[in-house]
């Protein structure tokens, strides 16, 4: 079962996401929190959930690379993350079910799979989505909203739709939250 949890560091970093969200949400309210199957992501979206009374969507098509000797995908299926997660949304339908994902051979997969995802989400949602993923699935999720480079872990990425254009709006990438 390839699903580790985060790390002390990452537990921290996850409460300083959910005090920076916060923040945001105060401002200008985020409406929804999508969030890849995998444990680790769900451990730093659920203080952010509960910072901001919000529940979490979970989105196979945004979860980690899918490599061929770590295939069928080892996340645990929606209805097991509620037991540990209280905030999951069981009503949510993804854009992309498990059973339609496929072995991948590369960062560029995963982040063109992510990307797809990411923008059938935001067709579907409407309102301000905290995305919650990992490496490869942030650069595509980056890529279809006017990114174009990886994003670090519980980093904050702003993209704003202007002109009929994504752009990002503000820092890439920011950290400015985390003190580590």
Same mark, same amino acid.
């Given at each position: ?25 105060? *401002? ?48 645990? *299926? ?20 498990? *059973? ?6 590369? $960062? ?40 174009? $480079? ?18 990002? *709006? ?11």
């Amino acid at each position: 079962h390839d699903d580790p949890h985060l790390s002390a560091a990452g537990e921290i970093g996850a409460q300083e996401l959910a005090a920076a969200m916060a923040k945001v949400h105060a *401002e200008t309210p985020i409406a929804h929190i999508v969030s890849s199957p995998f444990v680790r992501c769900m451990q730093t979206a659920r203080p952010v959930a509960e910072a901001l009374g919000l529940p979490i969507k979970v989105e196979p098509g945004i979860c980690e690379i899918l490599q061929p000797g770590n295939f069928p995908p080892q996340f645990l *299926e929606t209805a097991e993350l509620a037991r540990d997660f209280a905030a999951v949304d069981l009503a949510y339908e993804p854009a992309v079910r498990r *059973e339609e994902l496929r072995a991948e051979y590369g $960062d560029g997969a995963a982040a063109r799979r992510a990307s797809g995802a990411a923008l059938q989400v935001r067709a579907r949602l409407s309102g301000r989505i905290l995305f919650v993923g990992h490496g490869a699935s942030c650069l595509g999720i980056a890529e279809a909203f006017g990114g174009s $480079d990886y994003i670090g872990y519980t980093s904050l990425t702003r993209f704003v739709r202007a002109g009929g254009r994504w752009r990002v *709006e503000g820092r890439f990438g920011d950290v400015a939250h985390l003190s580590d």
